[in-house]
């Protein structure tokens, strides 16, 4: 099947620096990827709609200028968290959907903020 | 990487029967979590069961765990057209790191 790669699968940094997480469809192209954050024993909650060419459509609550999001290609979206601060913690998955409307996850980022 | 597998991969009813999907999934889990999406959009959530918990409820949804073969179904009853839609069953393991499964394209026709 289709496969997502994302990565790193986990990083630590310290508050105030800035994390990208990338997100890659190897051997499909993918014009919709979505991202998601889970905190610990909750469920995924969805952040953003990234399209391919177009800014992303943020769900409510999501702040855009915190979580920038980029999908310059069909096979590339990145979630950048920027000045991140310990609350921002947290699983972040990306997921893409194929031009058949099936959906691959990546295997998923944990991000820990000092 | 997906850990899960759901069977059927694709399930066609009438509108009034009840569906069933199934996952499988490999190593311990923390929890089990069961997700819908709905055409082009993204994930909505459905329903958690814990480890220790062997079946729940939500309106006309039901989900039932067993931990010894490592399966969970999830029922829905008295369905719908506006039912159709994938659903994914995803598996937390170690810390909050979660699995998903292939998922289960479930079409309910009018």
């Known amino acids: 099947g289709a496969v997502v790669s994302q990565h790193p699968s986990r990083v630590i940094c310290k508050s105030g620096t800035s994390v990208k997480i990338e997100c890659r469809s190897l051997?499909?192209?993918?014009?919709?990827m979505f991202w998601y954050r889970q905190f610990p024993k909750q469920s995924l909650m969805l952040m953003a709609t990234?399209?391919?060419?177009?800014?992303?459509?943020?769900e409510q609550g999501v702040e855009k200028d915190k979580f920038l999001i980029n999908h310059a290609s069909l096979t590339l979206s990145t979630l950048t968290v920027t000045s991140a601060h310990p609350e921002d913690s947290s699983f972040y998955i990306c997921?893409?959907?194929?031009?058949?409307?099936?959906?691959?996850f990546g295997s998923g980022t944990q991000l820990s903020v000092l | 990487s997906q850990q899960g597998e759901e069977d059927p991969q694709a399930l066609s009813i009438q509108e009034g029967e009840n569906a069933t999907m199934n996952c499988s999934y490999k190593?311990?889990?923390?929890?089990l979590q069961w997700y819908r999406q709905n055409s082009g959009r993204g994930l909505v959530h459905l329903i958690l069961?814990?480890?220790?918990?062997r079946e729940k409820h939500s309106g006309r949804l039901r989900v039932t765990l067993d931990t010894s073969k490592k399966s969970s179904s999830l029922l829905i009853t008295a369905s719908r057209a506006a039912d159709t839609a994938s659903y994914f069953c995803?598996?937390?393991?170690?810390?909050?790191?979660?699995?998903f499964g292939a998922g289960t394209r479930l079409t309910v026709k009018p």
């Open positions: 995803a598996t937390e393991i170690r810390g909050n790191d979660m699995r």
């Open positions: 051997d499909f192209q993918a014009t919709t």
């Open positions: 190593t311990s889990i923390n929890n």
């Open positions: 990234s399209n391919e060419g177009s800014k992303a459509t943020y």
């Open positions: 069961i814990r480890s220790n918990e």
């Open positions: 997921s893409a959907l194929v031009i058949n409307e099936k959906l691959f």
